[in-house]
């Protein structure tokens, strides 16, 4: 089974349609504070273009439900994204399938007490997945279906998917000309290297 992509920061059109023509998985739009930010006029006409032939996911740092209402009721979404912090424990009933994201500082880490539909494993603030041991992998990866982040792209994606076999991979720097506009070489190129690993 070929690992699941994820690319994430797609501002537009163009990106996207690139992104279900080379067989990307899952797009995601940012409405976190982030240079990737999408806009609200933006998320509709993506949405509009590719909604159904791709699962689209909005990103959010916390789950705030009016803030999330707000948006579901202009954009049509597939997936909901928000950042687990140790003291939240109870999501409540999310209104989306949820990608469920931990910050990684260090090699130790708490996995959500809330069920899931995908945890994300994000690395952007200690420079990598090798932080990760391989004995925590094993033990996080037995009980969900994990994506890593965290700089991924075309030069380090066979090495990640070959040492820690993830359900999938998030990528957003990793396939970027500049934040929120992507390089379709990049992409093309990440896409080949994926379908010639196995999990």
Same mark, same amino acid.
């Given at each position: 089974?070929?690992?699941?992509?994820?690319?994430?920061?797609?501002?537009?059109?163009?990106?996207?349609?690139?992104?279900?023509?080379?067989?990307?998985?899952?797009?995601?739009?940012?409405?976190?504070?982030?240079?990737?930010?999408?806009?609200?006029?933006?998320?509709?006409?993506?949405?509009?273009?590719?909604?159904?032939?791709?699962?689209?996911?909005?990103?959010?740092?916390?789950?705030?439900?009016?803030?999330?209402?707000?948006? $579901?009721? &202009?954009?049509?979404?597939? =997936?909901?994204?928000?950042?687990? *912090?140790?003291?939240?424990?109870?999501? +409540?009933?999310?209104?989306?399938?949820?990608?469920?994201?931990?910050?990684?500082?260090?090699?130790?880490?708490?996995?959500?007490?809330?069920?899931?539909?995908?945890?994300?494993?994000?690395?952007?603030?200690?420079?990598?997945?090798?932080?990760?041991?391989?004995?925590?992998?094993?033990?996080?990866?037995?009980?969900?279906?994990?994506?890593?982040?965290?700089?991924?792209?075309?030069?380090?994606?066979?090495? $990640?998917? &070959?040492?820690?076999?993830? =359900?999938?991979?998030?990528?957003? *720097?990793?396939?970027?000309?500049?934040? +929120?506009?992507?390089?379709?070489?990049?992409?093309?190129?990440?896409?080949?290297?994926?379908?010639?690993?196995?999990?």
């Amino acid at each position: 089974m070929s690992t699941k992509v994820k690319v994430c920061g797609i501002r537009n059109v163009e990106d996207a349609v690139f992104c279900v023509e080379h067989g990307v998985d899952f797009v995601g739009m940012i409405f976190a504070e982030s240079p990737r930010r999408a806009t609200v006029s933006q998320a509709k006409s993506i949405a509009r273009e590719v909604k159904g032939q791709i699962p689209i996911v909005a990103v959010f740092d916390q789950f705030d439900r009016a803030e999330v209402t707000r948006l $579901l009721n &202009e954009v049509q979404f597939d =997936f909901l994204q928000t950042y687990y *912090r140790p003291g939240n424990t109870n999501m +409540g009933n999310p209104p989306l399938p949820l990608f469920s994201s931990v910050w990684i500082e260090d090699s130790d880490f708490a996995v959500p007490p809330y069920p899931c539909d995908y945890l994300l494993l994000d690395f952007k603030k200690v420079g990598g997945p090798q932080g990760l041991s391989l004995d925590k992998w094993s033990r996080v990866a037995e009980n969900h279906d994990v994506f890593l982040a965290g700089g991924i792209g075309p030069d380090n994606a066979a090495e $990640l998917i &070959e040492t820690y076999k993830p =359900f999938g991979i998030d990528c957003a *720097r990793g396939t970027e000309v500049e934040p +929120g506009v992507k390089d379709h070489g990049k992409i093309q190129r990440l896409m080949e290297i994926v379908k010639s690993c196995s999990r």
